[in-house]
């Protein structure tokens, strides 16, 4: 049985919860909460992950994997033609 998922302190709510690429989309892929939070500390403040992980009372392995997460399903999203759907909570 895996334990339940501790509350973490999101403050990031994406003004637009739909991105798509132009013409045809092949699919979605959606990004929770917790990882368009994660791309914002790291990627756009450029806080180190130590920083993000205290900011996100999470440990700084779980960020790690959150971020790995999150930047994989961008990519795929990106090389693949697919739209990218922030998830509500």
Sequence with gaps: ?????????LSCNPCNCHLKPKGISLGEVGLMPDEVEALKLHDLDGLEQKEAARM??????TFARIIKSARNKVSDAILNGKGIKALKS
């Design 1 to 9: 049985m895996t334990r339940p998922k501790l509350p973490r302190c």
């Design 56 to 61: 996100m009372k999470i440990s700084q392995p």
